[in-house]
C-alpha cells in the first residue's frame, strides 16, 4: 500500500483540493485551464490539479496520457509485491446494491486478475436476501449479526445466492474481461458445514468444519477467479446459510493467502464508533481483542473481526476490513501503501 511520490503538490487552505505547484514537473503540460480529479485517500475527496493559462501543452490529450503512465509506472512494486499471490475478497454490503459500486469491484478484480495476481470472490448477498423475504412476507430477523434462518428462509437463500447473485456476478466478470467460475461450497465438497453451538436461536445457520480447496487450484493456477457463494451442506446433506466473512477467512487460510479483504458498509475498525474520524489504520490481533473486550466492536463488525483473526492465526498474511461504498476500494487497498481502510496483522 504505497502513495504515490511523483507529483510535486500542496493543499490549499481554503479548500479539500491539492493543486499542482508551479514546480512539478507536469506544471508545462497544461496548456489551459483544465481540471484532472484522481481519488487519492481513503476520505471522499478528490485530488485536483489545475493548470496555468501561461503553460503550453502539445494537445490536451498529451497531459492524460503522461499521467496514466505515471500511475501505471508507479504501480510497478505494487504488481510485482502480490503478482502470483491469492488475493481472497468478501464481498457485500452497499457495493451490491448500488450498480456503479458493483460495476467498480467487478472492474478492481478482472484488472488485478490481469497484471497476475490471483483473486477469489466470496460473496453474501444480504439485500437481495432481505428483498426476497418481503416479497413473500417473511420478516428478516437477526441475532448477534448473524441471520435467523429457518427452513423456509434456508430455502430462498440458497435460491437467491446460488441461484441468482452467484451467476450475476459471474456474468459481469465474465463480460469485463477475465474468466469467472460461480461455486458454492456444496460444489466439489468445497465447504463442509455443521451447525453452530447457539442452532436454537440460529436455526440453519453453520459454521465450516473444513475446506477442500482441491477444486479451487486448478482455477487459480489457471487465471481463473472463483466466484464462491456462502452456503454449504453437512455430512447428511441438510443445507446451512454460513456467514460470508467466514467462509472468506476459511477459504483464504485453506489457499495460504497472502491477504483477506472484506468490503464493509464502514470505513473500517473505529476506535470509537460514533467518530469516523477515529479509524485505526492498523491494529494486531491482541489489539482487537481488547476493543471487542470493551465493547468498542459490536453488533455485525463482531464476526468480520473474528474471521480476520481466524484466517491470521491460520496463516494469512493480513487481514483489511474496507469501505466497500468507496469506488474502486478494492486497488485503494492493495496499489497503496496507505490503505483504505483497518488492516489486521498477526
Not at 15 to 27: D, I, N, P, R, V
Not at 265 to 283: C, F
Amino acid at each position: 500500500m504505497m502513495m504515490a511520490k511523483a507529483l510535486n503538490l500542496s493543499p490549499s487552505p481554503s479548500t479539500s483540493t491539492l493543486s499542482l505547484s508551479s514546480s512539478s514537473k507536469y506544471s508545462n503540460l497544461l496548456k489551459t485551464p483544465t481540471t484532472l480529479s484522481f481519488p487519492f485517500s481513503h476520505h471522499s475527496r478528490s485530488l485536483t490539479i489545475k493548470s496555468s493559462a501561461a503553460a503550453t501543452i502539445p494537445t490536451p490529450t498529451t497531459s492524460a496520457n503522461q499521467f496514466r503512465v505515471d500511475i501505471l509506472s508507479e504501480s510497478l512494486p505494487y504488481i510485482q509485491k502480490f503478482r502470483g499471490k491469492t488475493i481472497v475478497v468478501k464481498y457485500g454490503g452497499a457495493a451490491m446494491k448500488q450498480p456503479e459500486l458493483k460495476a467498480s469491484v467487478v472492474s478492481d478484480l478482472v484488472l488485478l486478475s490481469c497484471v497476475g495476481l490471483r483473486p477469489v470472490l466470496v460473496h453474501g448477498g444480504g439485500p437481495e436476501i432481505n428483498h426476497w423475504l418481503k416479497l413473500l412476507n417473511i420478516e428478516p430477523l437477526f441475532h448477534e449479526g448473524l441471520r435467523v434462518t429457518d427452513a423456509k428462509t434456508m430455502e430462498i437463500v440458497s435460491m437467491v445466492l446460488v441461484g441468482k447473485v452467484n451467476k450475476d456476478l459471474v456474468s459481469l466478470i465474465n463480460k469485463a474481461g477475465a474468466t469467472a467460475v460461480g461455486l458454492s461450497g456444496m460444489d466439489g465438497r468445497l465447504l463442509m458445514a455443521k451447525p453452530t453451538p447457539n442452532s436454537a436461536q440460529l436455526g440453519f445457520v453453520g459454521e465450516v468444519a473444513r475446506v477442500d480447496p482441491t477444486i479451487l487450484q486448478p482455477l487459480v493456477n489457471n487465471g481463473h477467479i472463483p466466484v464462491i457463494a456462502s452456503v454449504a451442506a453437512d455430512e447428511l446433506g441438510q443445507s446451512y446459510n454460513i456467514n460470508a466473512d467466514t467462509v472468506a477467512g476459511e477459504v483464504a487460510a485453506a489457499l495460504g493467502a497472502e491477504k483477506l479483504i472484506l468490503l464493509t458498509d464502514v470505513a473500517g475498525i473505529l476506535e470509537n464508533k460514533n467518530d469516523p474520524g477515529s479509524l485505526l489504520k492498523e491494529i494486531d490481533i491482541k489489539g482487537v481483542k481488547k476493543l471487542i473486550d470493551e465493547k468498542k466492536v459490536a453488533g455485525g463488525m463482531i464476526p468480520k473481526v473474528n474471521c480476520c483473526v481466524a484466517s491470521l492465526s491460520q496463516g494469512v498474511r493480513t487481514a483489511s476490513i474496507i469501505d466497500g461504498r468507496v469506488q474502486h476500494s478494492l486497488l485503494h487497498e492493495i496499489m497503496s501503501e496507505e490503505g483504505i481502510g483497518t488492516m489486521i496483522t498477526g
